[in-house]
């Protein structure tokens, strides 16, 4: 997790994080949601931005997102509940791009939709990153008291999953060439020795996978069994899967990613001056 | 079409510092989660109400009385049915479990109004060097103030984009829920890559004008923690206290909720 505070060294990753944040923001208002239960559950076309700046601008993604979610409450929603909304936005973007690392090491790592296996990694990574992200969000919501666990995981969960997976890939196609020819992919403008290593990819990802599936399966439990969404218990009991998810996500580095990306620069540079 | 909750008045509110104003809306916030019974919750609501004609921005109530109607029916109907009590009311919904539920309604919308109040009285630049001045780092405090600038440029893009497509006849409401969505895409593409495309002149720009070139920061708009900011605090914080206090004296419950 080292990057996330070494790319504040880089004045393009600042910007990107300004400008993801913007985006991610913006679309919120021109664009407006429809909802499939009017008034309760809504689909928000925004809400595939998270995933997709993770892909292309890494810990830039994650900040941007984290903030445009922030800023978005500044404009009618802001209360101690977007406390929660910072934090899962940040790991909706953090953990496709790290799983991404993980998943395609020692072989082409470019953050492209353009085959099956890589389309069935981008869309399991969605799914894994919408349940953390709610995981969170809910989590805080109902420690706060305001919102039952079971309640506030499934309509985020729904929400993230089903926009970044569906509109998610075209639009990965769409952008990943023009991102890679501005050079603002975030493997191209960070150094190697900026990005964490990691030895342990297995692990990491396992404890992604089941810290993000046991928060939400310990949720919806707890949240049913102590005769309703008790906030003390579920605080408290959901603390350590919760954990899971952030030691998995440190454990999953990103630097072979970098060093993949110089790479394909330096043999693209070596074929065209041949 | 204006985004920015800002209203431009002259009011003392407006004129406290903004890390006063910040300290302010967390001290809100605790309020609002200090009690449990639906009374002392519309108290603390009226309170903040008045906050906000002090500072003569109720007038943004216009702009967010929607999300706030629909968060109070949604809570309610919610802890209605999840929540549970002692005293029978109807079918499987009790006495307390509604009471409940409207307490909730009543803080969470105490807070978003505590928010709104904020942000109608603190411009995008006082927010920035509040956080410069609470610590936060400025390249981060630099990305926010950036965003929320650039939100009103954006949002405008999108907005001309989608009304560009929709005479070319993009149908944004026809078709199931997978086509409707895909349909996104011609409205999103375009939003992006205008945007993202000026990364490298901007980040350009701001290296030569500077960005970075020292650790220490001056800045040309100043502010000061006043001898009102000081008053303010120190009213603020007593009312805190004695809304503890009242709670540990067993004030503001709510008997029989069990959830």
Same mark, same amino acid.
């Given at each position: 997790?080292?990057?996330?505070?070494?790319?504040?060294?880089?004045?393009?990753?600042?910007?990107?994080?300004?400008?993801?944040?913007?985006?991610?923001?913006?679309?919120?208002?021109?664009?407006?949601?429809?909802?499939?239960?009017?008034?309760?559950?809504?689909?928000? +076309?925004?809400?595939?931005?998270? @995933?997709? #700046?993770?892909?292309?601008?890494?810990?830039?993604?994650?900040?941007?997102?984290?903030?445009?979610?922030?800023?978005?409450?500044?404009?009618?929603?802001?209360?101690?509940?977007?406390?929660?909304? #910072?934090?899962?936005?940040?790991?909706?973007?953090?953990?496709?791009?790290?799983?991404?690392?993980?998943?395609?090491?020692?072989?082409?790592?470019?953050?492209?939709?353009?085959?099956?296996?890589?389309?069935?990694?981008?869309?399991?990574?969605?799914?894994?990153?919408?349940?953390?992200?709610?995981?969170?969000?809910?989590?805080?919501?109902?420690?706060?008291?305001?919102?039952?666990?079971?309640?506030?995981?499934?309509?985020?969960?729904?929400?993230?999953?089903?926009?970044?997976?569906?509109?998610?890939?075209?639009?990965?196609?769409?952008?990943?060439?023009?991102?890679?020819?501005?050079?603002?992919?975030?493997?191209?403008?960070?150094?190697?020795?900026?990005?964490?290593?990691?030895?342990?990819?297995?692990?990491?990802?396992?404890?992604?996978?089941?810290?993000?599936?046991?928060?939400?399966?310990?949720?919806?439990?707890?949240?049913?069994?102590?005769?309703? +969404?008790?906030?003390? @218990?579920?605080?408290?009991?959901?603390?350590?899967?919760?954990?899971?998810?952030?030691?998995?996500?440190?454990?999953?580095?990103?630097?072979?990613?970098?060093?993949?990306?110089?790479?394909?620069?330096?043999?693209?540079?070596?074929?065209?001056?041949? | 079409?204006?985004?920015?909750?800002?209203?431009?008045?002259?009011?003392?509110?407006?004129?406290?510092?903004?890390?006063?104003?910040?300290?302010?809306?967390?001290?809100?916030?605790?309020?609002?989660? @200090?009690?449990?019974?639906?009374?002392?919750?519309?108290?603390?609501?009226?309170?903040?109400?008045?906050?906000? =004609?002090?500072?003569?921005?109720?007038?943004?109530?216009?702009?967010?009385?929607?999300?706030?109607?629909?968060?109070?029916? #949604?809570? *309610? *109907?919610?802890?209605?049915?999840?929540?549970?009590?002692?005293?029978?009311?109807?079918?499987?919904?009790?006495?307390?479990?509604?009471?409940?539920?409207?307490?909730?309604?009543?803080?969470?919308?105490?807070?978003?109004?505590?928010?709104?109040?904020?942000?109608?009285?603190?411009?995008?630049?006082?927010?920035?060097?509040?956080?410069?001045?609470?610590?936060?780092? =400025?390249?981060?405090?630099?990305?926010?103030?950036?965003?929320?600038?650039?939100?009103?440029?954006?949002?405008?893009?999108?907005?001309?984009?989608?009304?560009?497509?929709?005479?070319?006849?993009?149908?944004?409401?026809?078709?199931?829920?997978?086509?409707?969505?895909?349909?996104?895409? +011609?409205?999103?593409?375009?939003?992006?890559?205008?945007?993202?495309?000026?990364?490298?002149?901007?980040?350009?720009?701001?290296?030569?004008?500077?960005?970075?070139?020292?650790?220490?920061?001056?800045?040309?708009?100043?502010?000061?923690?006043?001898?009102?900011?000081?008053?303010?605090?120190?009213?603020?914080?007593?009312?805190?206290?004695?809304?503890?206090?009242?709670?540990?004296?067993? =004030?503001?419950?709510?008997?029989?909720?069990?959830?």
């Amino acid at each position: 997790m080292k990057e996330i505070f070494t790319m504040w060294r880089h004045t393009q990753m600042v910007v990107l994080v300004a400008l993801s944040a913007a985006i991610y923001a913006a679309v919120l208002i021109p664009f407006k949601s429809f909802a499939i239960v009017p008034g309760f559950i809504e689909i928000r +076309p925004a809400n595939v931005f998270p @995933v997709v #700046f993770g892909l292309l601008f890494g810990p830039a993604g994650a900040w941007g997102s984290a903030i445009g979610n922030l800023i978005g409450d500044f404009f009618g929603s802001l209360s101690l509940g977007s406390i929660g909304g #910072f934090v899962g936005n940040f790991f909706l973007a953090l953990i496709p791009y790290k799983l991404w690392g993980a998943y395609f090491r020692n072989r082409n790592m470019e953050t492209n939709v353009n085959s099956g296996e890589k389309l069935a990694v981008y869309i399991a990574t969605t799914i894994v990153a919408s349940l953390a992200c709610a995981d969170i969000i809910s989590w805080w919501l109902s420690l706060l008291g305001l919102v039952p666990f079971t309640v506030a995981l499934a309509l985020i969960t729904f929400n993230n999953a089903i926009m970044g997976s569906i509109l998610g890939p075209f639009l990965l196609l769409a952008l990943y060439p023009r991102v890679k020819r501005w050079g603002l992919l975030w493997t191209e403008i960070m150094e190697p020795d900026e990005v964490a290593t990691s030895g342990s990819y297995n692990t990491g990802s396992i404890l992604v996978w089941f810290g993000s599936i046991a928060t939400a399966v310990a949720g919806v439990f707890l949240g049913l069994s102590s005769g309703g +969404p008790n906030a003390t @218990v579920i605080g408290f009991g959901l603390l350590i899967p919760l954990i899971v998810i952030l030691i998995g996500s440190f454990m999953l580095g990103g630097r072979e990613q970098v060093e993949a990306a110089e790479l394909m620069d330096a043999e693209e540079e070596t074929a065209q001056v041949r | 079409m204006a985004p920015s909750l800002y209203l431009d008045r002259d009011t003392w509110i407006h004129r406290l510092d903004p890390r006063t104003k910040m300290f302010l809306l967390l001290g809100m916030f605790v309020l609002a989660f @200090v009690f449990l019974s639906p009374v002392y919750e519309a108290v603390i609501l009226l309170l903040v109400l008045f906050f906000g =004609y002090l500072a003569r921005s109720l007038s943004n109530l216009l702009r967010i009385w929607f999300i706030l109607v629909v968060i109070a029916v #949604f809570t *309610i *109907i919610l802890w209605s049915i999840f929540g549970s009590g002692r005293t029978p009311l109807f079918l499987f919904v009790e006495r307390e479990a509604l009471l409940y539920g409207i307490s909730i309604a009543l803080r969470i919308d105490a807070t978003v109004i505590a928010g709104m109040v904020f942000l109608s009285t603190t411009r995008n630049e006082e927010v920035a060097i509040g956080l410069v001045r609470l610590s936060i780092p =400025y390249r981060f405090a630099f990305a926010v103030s950036t965003a929320l600038r650039l939100v009103p440029t954006v949002a405008a893009t999108g907005f001309t984009i989608s009304e560009a497509q929709r005479s070319r006849g993009l149908d944004l409401e026809s078709g199931n829920l997978i086509q409707r969505i895909r349909k996104y895409l +011609p409205l999103l593409v375009p939003v992006f890559i205008s945007t993202v495309r000026s990364t490298n002149v901007f980040s350009m720009a701001l290296e030569s004008k500077g960005f970075g070139a020292s650790a220490k920061r001056t800045f040309y708009f100043q502010t000061s923690i006043g001898r009102r900011d000081v008053v303010v605090l120190v009213v603020f914080v007593a009312l805190l206290v004695v809304t503890l206090a009242l709670r540990v004296a067993g =004030y503001g419950g709510l008997e029989g909720f069990t959830r």
